[in-house]
């Protein structure tokens, strides 16, 4: 009994992770171990989609998405156990242990299943916050370089390019450019046909402007009708005079 719960306290260690696929690799590798399972799959329910579904056994991942039809057609059907992965707003997935044959778990052995499912679910629970949390820092940062109207660059993306093309500039012995444009009648746009118009008129100039420079090191937007187009390694100041 004592090894038992040394297993389940050196797998809390091994599910200590951020990343989903590696919390939900290190579950079923444990489960497996533990409980000497034939197979082990961990669903995770996803708000508004599928279920992602991982399949594997003592030795790892075998990327297969469910337990129908697992192992030789000729063992006898598989038993599973089956230990739901609740969240404080629900359940959040399924824990299913399968075995090739008849197999009964003792209550003991039910016992460290239903507990190690908790600290799965937890592990899971801190997984996916993580990943929102990074996904809402890279928008936010995406935002905060980018222009919202166009989705080119704006200043500090410019900044940004701009040193790291100056930098290499110096490095190789090539040139650097920056091309300000500035639309003509702008304002006019905007007061005779309106705001509207005269964003569609930005977004198509932004959409043939970048197709124009495809090598372009930065296409930004600096604000109103103000574009700066970035080019880095230019062999020569005439280069620029071409493009």
Same mark, same amino acid.
């Given at each position: 009994?004592?090894?038992?719960?040394?297993?389940?306290?050196?797998?809390?260690?091994?599910?200590?992770?951020?990343?989903?696929?590696?919390?939900?690799?290190?579950?079923?590798?444990?489960?497996?171990?533990?409980?000497?399972?034939?197979?082990?799959?961990?669903?995770?329910?996803?708000? @508004?989609?599928? %279920?992602?579904?991982?399949?594997?056994?003592?030795?790892?991942?075998?990327?297969?998405?469910?337990?129908?039809?697992?192992?030789?057609?000729?063992?006898?059907?598989?038993?599973?156990?089956?230990?739901? +992965?609740? @969240?404080?707003?629900?359940?959040?997935?399924?824990?299913?242990?399968?075995?090739? @044959? %008849?197999?009964?778990?003792?209550?003991?052995?039910?016992?460290?299943?239903?507990?190690?499912? &908790?600290?799965?679910?937890?592990?899971?629970?801190?997984?996916?916050?993580?990943?929102?949390?990074?996904? &809402?820092?890279?928008?936010?940062?995406?935002?905060?370089?980018? =222009?919202?109207?166009?989705?080119?660059?704006?200043?500090?993306?410019?900044?940004?390019?701009? =040193?790291?093309?100056?930098?290499?500039?110096?490095?190789?012995?090539?040139?650097?450019?920056?091309?300000?444009?500035?639309? =003509?009648?702008?304002?006019?746009?905007? !007061?005779? +046909?309106? &705001?509207?118009?005269?964003?569609?008129?930005?977004?198509?100039?932004?959409?043939?402007?970048?197709?124009?420079?495809?090598?372009?090191?930065?296409?930004?937007?600096?604000?109103? !009708?103000?574009?700066?187009?970035?080019?880095?390694?230019?062999?020569?100041?005439?280069?620029?005079?071409?493009?």
């Amino acid at each position: 009994e004592r090894d038992v719960w040394q297993q389940l306290e050196s797998a809390a260690r091994e599910l200590n992770q951020l990343d989903e696929a590696a919390v939900v690799e290190a579950a079923i590798v444990r489960a497996a171990q533990m409980l000497k399972a034939d197979v082990v799959q961990v669903s995770v329910h996803v708000a @508004g989609a599928e %279920s992602r579904s991982y399949v594997g056994d003592a030795s790892g991942l075998t990327g297969q998405t469910g337990l129908d039809g697992v192992g030789d057609p000729l063992d006898a059907q598989v038993m599973l156990y089956v230990a739901p +992965l609740d @969240g404080p707003q629900g359940r959040i997935g399924l824990l299913r242990i399968g075995f090739f @044959g %008849s197999v009964t778990l003792t209550r003991r052995e039910q016992q460290v299943l239903k507990t190690f499912a &908790h600290a799965v679910s937890t592990t899971l629970q801190n997984a996916q916050l993580y990943a929102e949390m990074r996904e &809402h820092a890279e928008a936010k940062a995406y935002e905060a370089e980018h =222009d919202s109207l166009t989705g080119l660059g704006n200043r500090i993306l410019l900044h940004e390019r701009a =040193d790291r093309a100056l930098a290499t500039a110096a490095v190789d012995g090539t040139q650097c450019a920056l091309l300000i444009i500035d639309l =003509d009648h702008f304002k006019e746009i905007n !007061d005779t +046909l309106g &705001h509207a118009a005269g964003d569609l008129f930005l977004q198509e100039v932004v959409r043939r402007l970048s197709g124009a420079l495809p090598h372009a090191d930065a296409v930004c937007r600096l604000g109103g !009708d103000e574009l700066a187009v970035l080019l880095g390694g230019l062999p020569a100041p005439a280069s620029a005079d071409v493009v």
